[in-house]
């Protein structure tokens, strides 16, 4: 494999696609070495055939607003890659949605499902819907309108969607409710991130944030530091930084900023029980903004127009959208004495910031890895679902707890350089892709 022309012949390709396009070259300039010391990849054109998706479901959705208004919007399920299991991965509610970032997110979690050590596919799915400012009855009738569309496309065994940005609890619900109404058959497992009472599974609402301290832990340990005492700095407010805050908090950190579209927090007393769940009202409200939380916590200051990047911390956590945090961000961080950044949102640095980190020697983990908790402990819950049963909180946590440890280990196994720092992205890169390549290979050309 040559990065260089493979990437020509992508843009030549895919014109314009630049999330898309910025996900694979990662993963190319990481395992390319790797990959060139095996014929029979290049024989079977591996790669060339794992950077395209095996399929994308385009549909229009349209659906009535609360004024009587008629609504219309692009939505897409994007198949990436089954050669593991069956298709895995969220629905993404945002109005930046289109195929060049669902493209990126499945490429993404094609590695990252790998990497979990249970048996899923990639896939990502989602709309140009914009959940800012909806009503629950909008946000109903229009996850129901979505999947009307989608709903014989999916399945337990074939292809089985989550939440991601946009899409939580709520939405799968209402989500699930028109599914059974239109299949007929109470399939429990075709989408993760249920209720508890209708086959949901405990830690699953936790799961990413947790599996991303896990990992934090495992991370530190290895580095002789700990989190205790430490500062953490985390972006966004939703549920991934939710379940990021309250076990960076449970494990002795403190989290001293969170932050929205419209400006940061600055916590510096760390955050407590009742601050912890004004996180999940402040993302129940469909507002977007982070500043009512300085308005009810009286130690808690609002700076407008500024990111979680300009607060002094020790760990940094991205955990909101891509490319959140850019080269300046980096230097920032850098300049204030941050020794460790692990993505928590898929692709959370850019390229130059992943570089400027590196390059300062201090630890980075990429969200592949970070935030394979979340996918993870869903595969968990379709495997309660498929045995008819649910496994208590411990039970599952255990199993999160073995998953991000094995996680770590990969990474430390691929990812090892001679001068003994681990490059994380380069270890869940080769970690991901070998056991992708391999089902692939013994699967014949297909
Ligand atoms: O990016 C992700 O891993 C998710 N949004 C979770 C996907 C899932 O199927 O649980």
Redesign the pocket.
């Known amino acids: 494999m040559n990065v260089t022309t493979l990437m020509a012949e992508l843009e030549r390709r895919h014109p314009g696609e630049s999330e898309y396009l910025q996900a694979v070259r990662e993963v190319l300039e990481s395992i390319e070495e790797t990959y060139n010391l095996h014929p029979e990849f290049e024989k079977a054109k591996i790669i060339e055939r794992m950077v395209e998706p095996d399929r994308i479901i385009t549909f229009r959705v349209t659906w009535v607003d609360d004024r009587g208004e008629i609504r219309t919007n692009l939505d897409y399920r994007i198949q990436f890659n089954s050669a593991i299991g069956p298709y895995?991965?969220?629905i993404?509610f945002h109005k930046a949605v289109n195929t060049s970032m669902l493209k990126f997110?499945g490429f993404?979690?094609t590695f990252?499902n790998a990497l979990t050590t249970l048996p899923?596919g990639g896939a990502?799915g989602g709309s140009d819907f914009d959940p800012v400012g909806k009503s629950d009855a909008e946000i109903m009738r229009f996850c129901q309108a979505f999947m009307l569309e989608l709903w014989n496309n999916i399945g337990p065994d074939t292809d089985?969607?989550?939440?991601?940005v946009g899409v939580g609890g709520r939405e799968i619900g209402y989500l699930y409710g028109m599914y059974k109404k239109l299949a007929r058959e109470y399939n429990t497992g075709v989408l993760?991130?249920k209720g508890m009472t209708w086959g949901g599974s405990l830690i699953?609402p936790e799961a990413?944030g947790y599996g991303a301290l896990y990992f934090v832990q495992h991370m530190l340990d290895r580095a002789g530091r700990s989190l205790k005492g430490s500062t953490v700095a985390i972006s966004g407010f939703g549920n991934v930084a939710w379940g990021a805050a309250k076990k960076a908090t449970e494990l002795g950190a403190k989290v001293i900023a969170i932050s929205g579209p419209d400006g940061v927090i600055h916590n510096p007393n760390g955050m407590n029980d009742e601050k912890i769940a004004y996180m999940l009202t402040l993302r129940a409200s469909n507002q977007n903004i982070v500043a009512p939380f300085a308005e009810r916590f009286d130690d808690a200051t609002f700076i407008p127009g500024k990111k979680a990047w300009s607060i002094k911390c020790d760990i940094a956590l991205p955990c909101a959208f891509q490319n959140e945090l850019g080269e300046e961000d980096a230097k920032e961080l850098l300049a204030n004495g941050t020794w460790c950044v692990a993505e928590v949102s898929?692709m959370g640095c850019t390229p130059e910031a992943i570089a400027t980190l590196q390059g300062a020697g201090i630890l980075f983990a990429p969200?592949k890895a970070v935030?394979?908790g979340?996918?993870a402990?869903?595969g968990l819950e379709m495997t309660q679902n498929a045995m008819h049963i649910s496994w208590s909180a411990a039970e599952v946590d255990e199993k999160l707890h073995y998953i991000m440890h094995s996680i770590h280990e990969a990474c430390v196994k691929y990812g090892k350089q001679e001068d003994g720092y681990i490059n994380y992205v380069k270890g869940a890169n080769i970690a991901g892709f070998m056991k992708v390549a391999q089902a692939m290979l013994e699967q014949g050309i297909v």
Request: charged share 25%; proline share 4%; hydrophobic share 20%.
């Open positions: 895995k991965g969220g993404r997110l993404e979690q990252k899923m990502k089985v969607p989550a939440g991601d993760t991130g699953r990413t898929n969200g935030n394979a979340g996918v402990t869903s």
